[in-house]
């Protein structure tokens, strides 16, 4: 007896529409780092940090921006300090999609343009599986905190962020990993 590929099984059994699935599945898994990245085990060690202003009030925010620190991001890290986060340098600007799996503390996040202004802002609920998705395509930043933070401090989408020492597009805060 011959041996054949699963593909192959699939295909004949299915007239062929299997390989044009597979090949969908693959383009649609693959277009995204996000959707590629394998869920990390462990909290990722503490990222290099940079303070942002965000209105009156400031973050101390690790910069995500390895597909591996972002793929981790918050996840099975135990507590955040009030005035601490996290802001994911995404690339070119997009439509992003964010969830809270295996991570275990209230969050907010603000999709941020490549100019750093918020464009939206959303709570999650934590370990939802539920995506928080932008509406907006131009998103290049996300910023995440501690639930409520937004709120607290009287940030509102079209706040501008404004980092200390440094400037959005430009290390650490490039568009591309450096």
Same mark, same amino acid.
């Not at 802001?87 to 809270?100: E, N, Y």
């Not at 939802?128 to 996300?142: F, G, I, L, M, P």
């Given at each position: 007896m011959q041996k054949r590929s699963?593909?192959?099984? @699939?295909g004949a059994t299915l007239g062929g529409g299997a390989l044009l699935w597979a090949a969908l599945c693959a383009l &649609? &898994?693959?277009k995204d780092w996000s959707c590629a990245q394998e869920t990390p085990a462990a909290a990722q060690p503490e990222l290099a940090k940079i303070v942002l202003n965000v209105g009156k009030a400031h973050i101390d925010a690790e910069v995500a921006h390895t597909p591996q620190? @972002? %793929?981790a991001g918050l996840m099975y890290r135990p507590t955040l300090s009030d005035n601490a986060g996290m802001i994911f340098v995404l690339g070119k600007p997009k439509h992003a999609v964010f969830w809270m799996e295996n991570t275990s503390i209230p969050l907010s996040i603000a999709f941020l343009d490549r100019g750093g202004r918020i464009l939206e802002i959303y709570d999650m609920r934590p370990f939802d599986r539920k995506t928080v998705e932008s509406q907006?395509?131009?998103v290049a930043y996300a910023i995440e905190v501690n639930q409520g933070w &937004?709120? @607290?401090n009287g940030v509102v989408p079209g706040t501008d962020v404004k980092p200390? =020492? %440094?400037? &959005? =597009?430009?290390?650490?805060?490039a @568009?591309? %990993?450096p």
């Amino acid at each position: 007896m011959q041996k054949r590929s699963l593909w192959y099984s @699939l295909g004949a059994t299915l007239g062929g529409g299997a390989l044009l699935w597979a090949a969908l599945c693959a383009l &649609f &898994f693959l277009k995204d780092w996000s959707c590629a990245q394998e869920t990390p085990a462990a909290a990722q060690p503490e990222l290099a940090k940079i303070v942002l202003n965000v209105g009156k009030a400031h973050i101390d925010a690790e910069v995500a921006h390895t597909p591996q620190q @972002l %793929a981790a991001g918050l996840m099975y890290r135990p507590t955040l300090s009030d005035n601490a986060g996290m802001i994911f340098v995404l690339g070119k600007p997009k439509h992003a999609v964010f969830w809270m799996e295996n991570t275990s503390i209230p969050l907010s996040i603000a999709f941020l343009d490549r100019g750093g202004r918020i464009l939206e802002i959303y709570d999650m609920r934590p370990f939802d599986r539920k995506t928080v998705e932008s509406q907006s395509d131009r998103v290049a930043y996300a910023i995440e905190v501690n639930q409520g933070w &937004f709120q @607290l401090n009287g940030v509102v989408p079209g706040t501008d962020v404004k980092p200390v =020492g %440094a400037y &959005f =597009g430009k290390p650490p805060l490039a @568009l591309t %990993a450096p």
